[in-house]
């Protein structure tokens, strides 16, 4: 059974820093793609970024590139998202997800797994 627990999320001042880990567990094989969502209060779930761990193949909303970056830690087994330079929009719940394949997607359908989500407040 495939497990997603996120964790890292915080307040954080405007121009500062927090690196999401998303710990992934139980899939039955490799090839498989993390996605990161997050949902600002009052709006729908949006995709950030995925990745695909077997290929190392990335993808990002154009609205968060240069500023979120998506890697995974093998030693860790999790996708984690460092997101710099954050600001006031970026707030809200971060989930990740996952499904099978490795055709990456920014596509809330199709993610079949999600985690809990970790709250990111980006405030002065």
């Known amino acids: 059974q495939v497990q997603l627990v996120e964790s890292g999320g915080g307040l954080v001042q405007p121009g500062g820093s927090l690196r999401l880990s998303c710990a992934v567990s139980?899939?039955?094989?490799?090839?498989?793609?993390v996605g990161w969502f997050r949902q600002a209060p009052g709006k729908g779930r949006e995709g950030v970024s995925s990745?695909?761990?077997?290929?190392?193949?990335?993808t990002y909303r154009d609205s968060v590139k240069g500023r979120f970056t998506i890697s995974t830690d093998s030693a860790k087994n999790t996708v984690d998202l460092q997101i710099d330079n954050l600001k006031p929009e970026d707030t809200g719940i971060y989930y990740c997800?996952?499904?099978?394949?490795?055709?990456?997607?920014?596509?809330?359908?199709?993610?079949?797994?999600w985690g809990q989500g970790t709250q990111v407040t980006v405030s002065s």
């Open positions: 997800a996952s499904r099978s394949g490795i055709v990456l997607s920014l596509v809330e359908g199709g993610y079949d797994t």
């Open positions: 139980g899939f039955p094989h490799a090839y498989y793609i």
């Open positions: 990745i695909c761990p077997a290929t190392g193949g990335t």
